[in-house]
């Protein structure tokens, strides 16, 4: 075999590695599109967007809350008592975060 034909796979999985990522680049940026509409009034579009921030906040508490619970079951499983503190640490940080529109709405009144 010539250095070439060496060569050659780890340029393909180069160009592969690339091609998938901006493939899913391009994915993500499809799917998280949201189609904005003028509004007359300029509180309005402050209510949308505080809506779309609060929603993808809301998201990433599921996601620490879920990962919470992950923590959890590993920390009873391996009877690891400092992870299980993390974990229900990081549960009850991912309520907060979930309930956070919620919470301050309850501050505000």
Avoid at 25 to 46: F, G, K, S
Avoid at 66 to 76: C, F, K, T, Y
Wanted: hydrophobic share 50%; aromatic share 6%.
């Amino acid at each position: 075999m010539n250095k070439k034909t060496e060569r050659l796979p780890a340029r393909v999985g180069k160009g592969f590695r690339a091609y998938r990522a901006m493939v899913l680049t391009a994915a993500l940026l499809a799917c998280c599109a949201v189609t904005a509409l003028a509004a007359d009034d300029p509180l309005t579009v402050v209510g949308n967007l505080s809506t779309f921030i609060f929603g993808l906040i809301r998201a990433v508490g599921i996601i620490l809350l879920g990962w919470g619970i992950v923590q959890v079951g590993l920390s009873i499983q391996s009877h690891d008592p400092s992870q299980r503190s993390n974990g229900f640490l990081t549960v009850a940080g991912g309520i907060v975060v979930t309930f956070s529109k919620e919470i301050l709405d309850l501050i505000t009144g």
